[in-house]
């Protein structure tokens, strides 16, 4: 009795040690998911230079790819705001003109006085703009304040990259000479599924941001390339990231030759997000991540509930992983249960000797 209390009162303690080191933890497993999706080209790197060299050079191309997008989408992004929110008083008078244009309209607003308001609330908004920068001011400082989170993910993460293997071979050293062979392959197949699934998406949301940008581009709708790369980036989101891209990219196009362009751009995401759930994907997540659909589809699903976005980019290569180690767990079991090494049947048992006759 006194062993099961010390059990269960050892385990609480570990699930709220556990709690309260979630957010380390956290840090921990993307720095291991970090380290192993650019081991592929830390690994080639390093075949021609030094290892430390090659994390470098990784790591600078890691930093310089989102200060390039921030360039690229943000000062269109404000440009555009500004334009919006100048212009707003203008559209309210169109809205006045046509009311009273109306007569059903015209009398509906004498009775609750709808354009007034309207135009008295757009002509705050140019004011309003200060409350606006306010705001973001606010969201700069919270990211300024997740820096040291970055930073320290992406420490864990060279660290990872630069001892990572010497410390798996260590501890598998440590395990029987029986089970290494095999907890190496499994360790290895993992790390090629994560690494592939990595290589897999982004090739897909490359594919998905220069398609985008070539259609935007004969449409004649502004701002093609920022719009490419926030396609491109929602692509990465497995199930429903190109239907929200999709769907943003189509408001835009209310604003340039409605309803023609906005017909055009939904038929072709139609058809494009059928050519890559069916072409595209299959062909380049078969070569990389061996996981059926509906398993890819559960795990989506539980990794979405658990932790976000984050949750549900990670969930196919996790999966990926829970399979391998399970694929290697019954191989282990089968062997186990096997008669013989080489598979022989094991010899028949000998019968048992005849009894002796009963005395007369």
Known sequence: MVRIVLIVVCVAICLYLLFLLRRPISWLLIA???????SGPVNYLAGHMRRGIAITLVYLGLLAIPLLLIALIVPPLITEANN??????SYARDVTK???DNDTLRSLNEDYNITEELEKQAGKLPDQLGGAAGTLRDVGLGIVNSLFALITILVLTAFLLANGR?????????RPPEQ???LRRALDNMAHAVAGYVAGALTIALIAGVA?????????VPFAAPLAVIAGLFSLIPLVGATIAAVLIGIVTLFEDFPTVTIIWAVWAIVYQQFENHVIQPQIQKRTVNVQPFITIVAVLFGATLLGVLGALVAIPTAASIQILLREYVDLRTMSIKPDENGDEPPPAAPPPAPDPAPA
Do not use: H, S
């Open 166 to 174: 010497k410390w798996t071979d260590a501890a598998i050293a440590a």
């Open 98 to 100: 046509f009311v009273e």
């Open 180 to 182: 290494r062979e095999r």
């Open 84 to 89: 919006f929110a100048e212009d707003v008083p």
């Open 212 to 220: 985008t940008f070539i259609v935007l581009t004969i449409l004649g």
């Open 32 to 38: 291991g998911f970090l380290a192993v999706a650019l």
